[in-house]
């Protein structure tokens, strides 16, 4: 199929698809006059891309599991930490969100005056800490 029919079987833009190609995701099969052309299972490709990006994988690490020229070989380990992140990801965005309600509805004159959202600034701020020094690693 060409560039056009490949986008609109799968939702994603034809300058996609040409990114996804530059960046080894994607193979064209070859050209009709100027336009590219796939073999009919790039739609599953695609969709597998949509679905690591939606789990947070970058298109680095999409493009160890698929190279464009060979085999899907998807990591598994790569899956169980990923999996593992996102845990952590849940539990960082439901402190955040407790800790949203509780300032939404806390009494106190000021919030600098309630020991609940102090322990939330201290929690955030000690993880603000952790992430620098994780990315300095």
Known sequence: MDIAEA???SGVPASTLRFYEEKGLIASTGRKGLRRLYAPDVTERLALIALGRAAGFSLAELGLMMP???????????????ADELDRKIRELKAMRDGL???AACPAES???CNTFK???RLAAQRAADDKRRESH
């Open 101 to 103: 309600r509780h300032a």
């Open 7 to 9: 986008a609109k079987r």
């Open 68 to 82: 464009a020229d060979g085999e899907i070989a998807i990591d598994r380990q790569l899956l169980e930490a990923k």
């Open 119 to 121: 322990r939330y600034l």
């Open 111 to 113: 919030h600098f005056e």
